[in-house]
Structure formats: structure tokens, C-alpha cells
């Protein structure tokens, strides 16, 4: 109120009044500022969180957003603040009983991971043999959030099939999939392997059955360390770093971004190691070779 009404020549008048030190209202004020920056970050990070509470059609808890958030972003939240603030906006895991025949289902599907058959051999030079593949979320504009889902190829890098989408459902990873087998055309290489973290998506049995009918065998990072993905993290960097994404004002836009960049990435973009050409260039010189 002193700072609403201009009364600060009745400061000590209205602390009194209101038994409140000088002291304490003035630290007051100058924790303002601070408490507007914090109230903020709850605020983004509330948008977050509630993107992928949303995506799982408020069925989820604190730790399972906890994990999810976990394979996308670099610096995770803590899952403490992540309950603090499904708290503070007021919005709760729903509670249902437990389906038994439901139950048993999953119980005979169950998520599987599987060897990590890659162990890091990145330097391959037979295009189509090592593929990568692996999310990123993308904000933009109005605290919209995409996720990208790509699948690299380890010789040539190039990007060979992509999906940008609103949700993390599986349909991000089955219409990736799809693309893929479009663009290998039947051309798979006998030892082709697809190679991932061991997030939900790649450990899902229809995941898992679809990379079989393709004929792919799969491969898996070990538990939270990303450096046996490099090559995947090391294109999403550049992405982000090269893409002006969070200046999309709608996700059609944010699509034109994306399409544009991975269009150039594959024909323009020239690379030290892969003698100075872009991918495609440089998958056609191996073919040759």
C-alpha cells in the first residue's frame, strides 16, 4: 500500500500501524524483483510440465513427468519442484482403480531393453548399416512445445526420416518409423541396426515389432548416459543453435523452420570430416567408392 499510494512519508506510521519493522519492508521491496523472476520460472516451467501432463491425459504423477522430462531436456527438473508446482497450479495425477484384465495385459507386454550393440562405433562407412535415433522438445512461441523425433544415418549423417509433433504419444515414433522405410525403399543393409536411449518409446513392444518388420536390429544406450548417442545430441545442438525455432508463432511454422533446415543440412551444409561435403553428397561418394 505505501508503495501503491506513494505514502513514503508515512512509512513508519503505516509500519506501526500494521506491526511491520521498517527494516522488514524494506527488505521486502528489494526482494521483489526476485520474487518476479522466480514467479516467472514457475510459470515456464509450469507450461512444461503441464505440456507432458497433458500428453498423458493427466493419468501421470510427479515421477513419471519427473523421468520424461528427463530424457528431453539437457538440465532436467528436480522432481521435488516438479511436485511444487503441480501443487502450486493446482493440478493432480487421476486416480483410478486398477483394471485387472488391463493389468495383465501389460504384464505380457512388458517394456524391454535390449544390449547396447553399438558400444560407440560411430566411425562407419557404409551408408544405411548404423542408424540413430532419439526426441528433442522445441518451445516456442506462447509456451508451445514440439518434439522432434529423427533418425540419423552414422556414416553419411544424414537426417532420413523426421517427425515433428505436439504430443510424445508412440504415433511420433511409429510415423518416423514409416518415413524411414519410405526412404530406404526396400534398400536395408543386411547388418542395418537403429540404435536409441532407453526411453518409453523405444522400449515399447510395438516399437520394438515395427524395427523387426523393417528389418533393423536394435541397439540401446545404457541408463542416463548420453554420450553413446552422441552423434544423434551433436545434430540436435546444431539444430538448435542454427534455428531461430523459438520465434515460431504456431507449429506450422515451426514445421517450415525444421523442413527448411533439415533440407539444407542434407545438401548444403559442407562437413570437415566428411571431406568438406554435405551428406548427401558424401553417402553418394561412399556409394561410388
Not at 515399447?204 to 544406450?221: A, F, N
Request: glycine share 4%; charged share 25%; aromatic share 10%.
Amino acid at each position: 500500500m505505501i508503495r501503491q499510494y506513494q505514502l513514503q512519508n508515512k512509512t513508519s506510521y503505516l509500519c506501526e500501524l500494521t506491526s511491520v519493522s521498517r527494516s522488514g519492508y524494506y527488505k521486502w521491496l528489494q526482494t521483489t524483483e526476485k520474487r518476479a523472476i522466480s514467479e516467472e520460472q514457475d510459470y515456464q516451467d509450469y507450461l512444461l510440465v503441464k505440456r507432458v501432463y497433458d500428453a498423458h491425459r493427466g493419468k501421470s504423477g510427479y515421477r513419471v513427468l519427473y523421468m520424461e522430462l528427463a530424457e528431453l531436456l539437457e538440465v532436467p527438473i528436480n522432481h521435488k519442484k516438479i511436485l511444487r508446482i503441480m501443487r502450486k497450479y493446482n493440478f493432480f495425477a487421476k486416480v483410478r482403480r486398477v483394471n485387472p484384465y488391463r493389468q495383465l495385459a501389460k504384464a505380457t507386454q512388458a517394456h524391454k531393453t535390449v544390449p547396447n550393440i553399438l558400444n560407440r562405433q560411430f566411425d562407419q562407412d557404409e551408408p544405411g548399416k548404423v542408424l540413430l535415433t532419439d526426441i528433442t522438445y522445441l518451445p516456442h512461441r506462447n509456451g508451445q512445445i514440439a518434439y522432434l523425433s529423427c533418425v540419423k544415418d552414422v556414416a553419411t549423417r544424414e537426417i532420413l526420416a523426421y517427425e515433428l509433433s505436439t504430443s510424445l504419444k508412440m504415433v511420433i515414433v511409429e510415423h518416423t518409423l514409416q518415413k524411414l522405410e519410405e526412404a530406404l525403399a526396400g534398400n536395408v543393409h543386411p547388418e542395418a541396426m537403429i540404435h536409441s536411449d532407453q526411453g518409453f518409446h523405444y522400449t515399447h513392444p510395438d516399437y520394438q515389432e515395427r524395427v523387426k518388420e523393417i528389418g533393423l536390429t536394435q541397439s540401446m544406450s545404457r541408463r542416463g548416459n548420453c554420450l553413446d548417442n552422441a552423434p544423434m545430441e551433436s545434430f540436435f545442438g546444431h539444430l538448435k543453435d542454427e534455428v531461430d525455432y523459438r520465434d515460431a508463432q504456431n507449429l506450422e511454422e515451426l514445421k517450415q523452420m525444421i523442413g527448411n533446415y533439415i533440407d539444407y543440412y542434407n545438401s548444403e551444409r559442407k562437413q570437415w570430416d566428411l571431406k568438406k561435403m554435405a551428406p548427401e553428397a558424401y553417402r553418394n561418394h561412399l556409394i561410388a567408392a
